[in-house]
């Protein structure tokens, strides 16, 4: 059994984006996708793009179009001498809220995607079979394979990613459904996000069957 507690600590770049317990912040993406003079700028732009969702995603909040012009701007600040391709600042700054509407998958959710196929593909936890409903079986599944696939005692989910993987009309639900399974014992509630935090919260799985693959 592990004992050491989800702090959600942040030591290199890759981390946030293979660790679904490690926090993810901007200067985080913004080092992620640093170019350099083999840098494809269309390529490298569109993975800032994802980074920049993936940070809305664990904060639970969509920034303002003058947040993300203040974003951009750093991105492009720091990348200013290796960008080709377009026809100037505005040119580029347009392109990036473009992509940004195209992102599906957020930068460093690979391991949430991976979590999720294996819900599907993976035998289900016994703790699932207390729900009725195949979309909360399914949120159970989810959670037991991110707690297995976190390098600490803890995962984060946001309840807007909840929201986009069951394709929910408004996060409140997808938080409902979180709040729910706390309640029901299924998770506890680790370390509380939200906008007072800035992060997700943190969820700890507490029924894990080291049986079940």
Same mark, same amino acid.
């Given at each position: ?84 391709? %377009? ?82 009309? %408004? ?43």
């Amino acid at each position: 059994m592990k004992t050491n507690v989800c702090t959600g600590s942040f030591q290199g770049v890759n981390e946030p984006f293979g660790n679904p317990s490690a926090p993810l912040t901007l200067s985080a993406v913004l080092k992620a996708t640093e170019m350099d003079r083999e840098s494809i700028t269309n390529k490298s732009l569109f993975t800032f793009a994802r980074g920049i969702y993936a940070l809305e995603l664990t904060n639970n909040t969509d920034f303002t179009v003058p947040q993300l012009n203040g974003i951009f701007d750093q991105w492009y600040n720091l990348n200013g001498d290796y960008l080709s391709g %377009h026809r100037g600042y505005d040119d580029l700054r347009f392109d990036f809220f473009d992509k940004l509407k195209k992102v599906r998958v957020p930068l460093g959710h690979d391991f949430v995607e991976a979590a999720w196929s294996k819900a599907f593909s993976a035998p289900m936890p016994p703790e699932a079979e207390r729900f009725r409903q195949e979309e909360l079986k399914r949120l159970v599944a989810l959670c037991y394979q991110l707690q297995m696939a976190s390098s600490e005692d803890c995962f984060y989910l946001s309840c807007r990613y909840v929201q986009d993987l069951f394709k929910l009309r %408004h996060a409140n639900v997808g938080a409902r459904w979180l709040r729910g399974l706390v309640r029901d014992g299924v998770l506890e509630e680790v370390i509380k996000g939200g906008p007072h935090t800035n992060k997700a919260t943190r969820y700890k799985y507490m029924f894990p069957n080291e049986g079940l693959t």
